[in-house]
Antibody, heavy 120, light 108 residues
Framework: QVQLQESGPGLVKPSGTLSLTCAVS?????????WSWVRQPPGKGLEWIGE???????NYNPSLKSRVTISVDKSRNHFSLTLTSVTAADTAVYYC?????????????WGQGTLVAVSS | DIQMTQSPSSLSASVGDRVTITCRAS??????LNWYQQKPGKAPKLLIY???NLETGVPSRFSGSASGTDFTFTISSLQPEDIATYYC??????????FGQGTKLEIK
């Protein structure tokens, strides 16, 4: 059973950098899946941030692309999210998830999520 | 960009009722989409993939269908544990994953 677990600071100052890591267990990050980040502001809907393959190929949401970097560390079986120049609008629960392809792509395994607040 | 219009935004129904949620794609090249259930304080859970396939372990009272650009999610007999917010999701050219606005389902 694949499990994902987010970790990182729960509080980031405005204009600072948000950094989170997603540890993958029960499976290899080098398997044939993409690995995604999704966020959810309090009381709002889901927003896809971006994804990475173990080859380090990435895709990003155009609305965040200028501030986002997703990286992978195969030796540690984890992938990471960096979001720069954060504002209060970036306050959200951040989830990592695995993307699986059948006839289209879906997110079949999710971490429990971690709340990141942007505040001074 | 593909836009997903999900309706209704909220829904109140009684235990045992048949419940239907719809997502409409803004372009007709979307052939498949997925449905998720999110309970308060929890991560979303994949219920239906590729429009009508039930994810392993998901009760058979959940189902999905498609007709043109309209995708429908149905709970055949609402149970108390089905109280949650439901999202549709499609995959297309960037942004790669797009979610519907969500439908909050409550018990009447």
């Amino acid at each position: 059973q694949v499990q994902l677990q987010e970790s990182g600071p729960g509080l980031v100052k405005p204009s600072g950098t948000l950094s989170l890591t997603c540890a993958v267990s029960g499976g290899s990050i080098s398997s044939n899946y993409w690995w995604s980040w999704v966020r959810q502001p309090p009381g709002k809907g889901l927003e896809w941030i971006g994804e990475i393959y173990h080859s380090a190929n990435t895709n990003y949401n155009p609305s965040l692309k200028s501030r986002v970097t997703i990286s992978v560390d195969k030796s540690r079986n984890h992938f990471s999210l960096t979001l720069t120049s954060v504002t209060a609008a970036d306050t959200a629960v951040y989830y990592c998830a695995r993307a699986r392809y059948r006839r289209t792509w879906s997110l079949d395994y999710w971490g429990q999520g971690t709340l990141v607040a942007v505040s001074s | 960009d593909i836009q997903m219009t999900q309706s209704p935004s909220s829904l109140s129904a009684s235990v045992g009722d048949r419940v239907t949620i719809t997502c409409r794609a803004s372009r007709d090249n979307i052939k498949y989409l997925n449905w998720y259930q999110q309970k308060p304080g929890k991560a979303p859970k994949l219920l239906i993939y590729d429009a009508f396939n039930l994810e392993t372990g998901v009760p058979s009272r959940f189902s999905g269908s498609a007709s043109g650009t309209d995708f429908t999610f149905t709970i055949s007999s609402l149970q108390p544990e089905d109280i949650a917010t439901y999202y549709c999701q499609q995959y297309d050219t960037l942004p790669v994953f797009t979610f519907g606005q969500g439908t909050k389902l409550e018990i009447k």
